[in-house]
């Protein structure tokens, strides 16, 4: 793994990031579950700085539901025998919301579930998230969605860029597995909403629900059979990248969407705005953008300026290194999964959405997902207009930092000098010359890493600083992530009727620390 939580620490990172920020802004913050992959059995006592309570899940036991061990605030790990992972971190959120909504200062708590990820039993891979034995049985009908994306035909996957043109057409026994991937990632969120529907409760009944924010999504999406590849999360599709958003709280109107889309990169900020804090005393190195307006607002223009699309329209999405197919079937398609490095630019406009993508072995792709939505008919050869201005917005967006990423069209200025903002504006077949000759994106080879002269040429043009937020981190290498050997294995299945109401003293009264030999086992 190249890097996680060691090379984050040495990076320097772990000294200015959000639990900092809104510490600063008078929060007591906390923080239950996964943080970061690598942080495990060999580095634990390196608690994540910023955080006034962290009771974090450890590697090499984070992907073992049924064994479920956390580090308190960087003490010894400890190990909660007989419990299923989910319910433990659902008991001990509970127990922190009770200190927390009796104390004077506002909290910031984030629950971080690892499921429904694909996990281990025993430590051996079950390739699916492993559900709480209450739920196991539940959703016995369930089958992945047969989207029109599903398995599709050769006219369509042929056009594919990267390994993914090459996949076969799944058979009855890999459709089969994304139909079981499909219902266990169901009985596994089972257990994260009854996190929700928990801490929902304790809220109402504290009496502070009105005055608090809940936002729930998730780190990725997830593909299953969709344009054939079996499982995984690795890929620029729709399905992988537009994720579950949903917010509670004052001022937010219910039952609303809104249109214009929102980052992971937009919730610091949003979260500062929603502490108070001046935009001004902001880090300057955020890209994002407070949602706060777009959320008491949904359905507003919030700065477009046009009827023709809103500036606020664009996506970028990049990756590196190796896709992860979770799936038993994956050795049988063979090894090209190493080379998914690509770069990504997604619209979202009124009269027109369109998704862009050039991969590191040359290939693009383009869909018009206005009536496209599955991502099926690759149109980069057919429409050389949309490609050239795309390119250059992807150009903008992967070169960008700081305030140039919340307006990437505000860079590109046409030689008459007008403003652009949006995509349906620069169609203008006036621009077309200009749009044409714009500097390509491109890569120099598949590497596993971002290297930045591989991925040359920039626009704006990178500064003397290295740009791409080099200023704000020191300088680090390839570092080992943490983790150590599994000693502690368990084959029950946990979680049971009984333990949906366990409390704090029912967890620890069976649990125990890890001893020396656990830890120190490589």
Same mark, same amino acid.
């Given at each position: ?7 984050? +620490? ?13 510490? $600063? ?14 942080? /495990? ?12 309570? $962290?009771?974090?899940? +450890? ?8 064994? %479920? ?59 699916? %998230? ?50 079981? +991937? ?31 924010? !809940? ?82 607002? %949904?359905? /507003? ?85 949309? +490609? ?14 700081? /305030? ?44 596993? !890493? ?28 390839? !570092?080992?992530?943490? /983790?150590?050997?599994?000693? !502690? ?34």
């Amino acid at each position: 793994m190249w890097g996680s939580y060691n090379k984050w +620490v040495k990076s320097g990172q772990d000294e200015n990031y959000l639990p900092h920020w809104l510490g $600063a802004a008078g929060y007591r913050t906390e923080y239950i579950g996964k943080i970061m992959n690598g942080y /495990g059995l060999s580095n634990y006592d390196t608690a994540p700085k910023g955080w006034d309570w $962290a009771d974090v899940l +450890v590697e090499p036991y984070i992907d073992d539901f049924n064994v %479920p061990v956390l580090s308190q605030n960087g003490e010894k790990p400890v190990y909660y025998k007989g419990f299923h992972q989910t319910d433990v971190i659902r008991i001990k959120s509970l127990d922190r919301l009770e200190q927390l909504t009796a104390q004077e200062k506002p909290f910031f708590l984030a629950i971080s579930p690892f499921a429904p990820h694909v996990g281990f039993q025993e430590k051996k891979p079950s390739h699916r %998230p492993v559900p709480q034995q209450r739920h196991n049985e539940k959703f016995p009908n369930a089958k992945a969605p047969r989207t029109p994306n599903f398995n599709p035909a050769d006219e369509y996957q042929s056009t594919k860029g990267g390994w993914v043109k090459n996949l076969p057409k799944m058979n009855e026994s890999a459709v089969g597995f994304a139909d079981f +991937v499909f219902r266990s990632r169901a009985q596994a969120l089972v257990g994260v909403d009854e996190i929700i529907e928990d801490v929902v409760g304790l809220l109402e009944d504290k009496g502070v629900i009105d005055n608090t924010y !809940i936002i729930y999504t998730s780190d990725n999406g997830y593909h299953l059979g969709q344009h054939r590849a079996p499982a995984g999360k690795s890929l620029f599709w729709n399905e992988d990248t537009n994720l579950p958003f949903v917010v509670r709280g004052p001022g937010v109107p219910a039952n609303v969407s809104s249109t214009i889309p929102g980052l992971h990169l937009d919730l610091a900020p949003t979260f500062l705005d929603i502490a108070g804090v001046a935009e001004e005393d902001w880090p300057e190195f955020f890209d994002g953008r407070s949602l706060l307006p777009q959320w008491h607002d %949904p359905t /507003g223009d919030h700065g477009s300026g046009t009827n023709q699309g809103n500036s606020k329209e664009s996506i970028n999405i990049e990756y590196w290194g190796r896709a992860g197919i979770e799936a038993p079937s994956a050795g049988a398609l063979g090894s090209p999964f190493l080379n998914t490095t690509y770069k990504t630019i997604r619209t979202l406009g009124n009269n027109a959405s369109w998704v862009y993508t050039k991969w590191c072995s040359g290939e693009a792709e383009l869909y018009n997902t206005g009536n496209d939505a599955y991502e099926l008919t690759n149109l980069v050869d057919d429409r050389p207009r949309v +490609v050239n201005r795309l390119n250059a917005l992807l150009m903008v967006t992967k070169s960008c930092e700081k /305030g140039s990423c919340r307006d990437p069209w505000g860079l590109i200025t046409p030689p008459d000098g007008s403003s652009i903002a949006t995509l349906t504006q620069a169609l203008d077949t006036k621009y077309d010359d200009f749009f044409a000759n714009f500097e390509r994106v491109q890569f120099g080879t598949c590497l596993q !890493i971002q290297d930045d002269s591989n991925e040359a040429p920039y626009f704006p043009v990178l500064p003397d600083s290295g740009g791409l937020g080099r200023e704000y981190r020191n300088n680090t290498d390839t !570092i080992p992530a943490g /983790g150590g050997a599994t000693v !502690i294995t368990d084959a029950e299945l946990h979680g049971t009727e009984a333990q949906r109401t366990a409390t704090i003293d029912d967890i620890t009264s069976g649990s125990r620390v890890l001893s020396d030999d656990e830890i120190a086992a490589r």
